[in-house]
């Protein structure tokens, strides 16, 4: 009778080496979710200064997502009663971030455009994330702003590769889907 004590040491590594890993990256995620969705929507009151809402804000990222679109769509998307996008159209039109047009082919649709002040909510809102990243940088030595650097640049590359997977896991299903 012999003992493969080399193959369950390795084994034994091995879940050793893999329960540490998921300790560590609830640790990462621990830390990446700390930030508290209040201070976010804080920040944003104060720098808007009430002009615009979090559902203003919400509308504004439908049009940079998908470009101008009618009442009917928007209200679709934004799972309210056209009644209610309407009060919320003409409240961000008076502030000046949308404008409605009459569409060309049926002039009974009306379609909700983006102004250049709402593409400005969009710079300002990114201006004064990087301030703030920079101000809380300027605490971190060079060796721990090395390791930010390398983590969130691995963190993006694993982000492209899920995306480049579920991609392909799409483009899969729609070609096995046509095949039928």
């Not at 983590?151 to 993006?156: E, P, Q, S, T, V």
């Amino acid at each position: 009778m012999t003992l493969n004590v080399g193959g369950a040491l390795s084994s034994v590594a091995t879940r050793g080496r893999a329960a540490r890993r998921r300790k560590i990256a609830q640790a990462v995620v621990a830390e990446l979710t700390s930030w508290n969705p209040r201070e976010f929507m804080g920040m944003f009151k104060r720098m808007h200064k009430g002009a615009l809402s979090l559902i203003h804000l919400n509308v504004l990222i439908e049009l940079e997502a998908n470009g101008p679109m009618s009442m009917g769509r928007l209200a679709d998307v934004l799972e309210v009663s056209v009644a209610s996008a309407t009060g919320i159209v003409d409240r961000m039109e008076k502030r000046g971030f949308v404008e409605r047009r009459h569409d060309e082919e049926d002039r009974h649709v009306v379609v909700v455009h983006p102004t250049a002040e709402a593409g400005q909510v969009f710079r300002n809102i990114d201006e004064h994330r990087r301030e703030g990243l920079t101000n809380l940088l300027q605490d971190l030595s060079i060796d721990e702003l090395t390791g930010l650097l390398e983590g969130h640049r691995a963190l993006r590359a694993a982000r492209a590769r899920h995306l480049a997977k579920k991609a392909g896991e799409a483009q899969a299903a729609t070609t096995e889907a046509a095949e039928r």
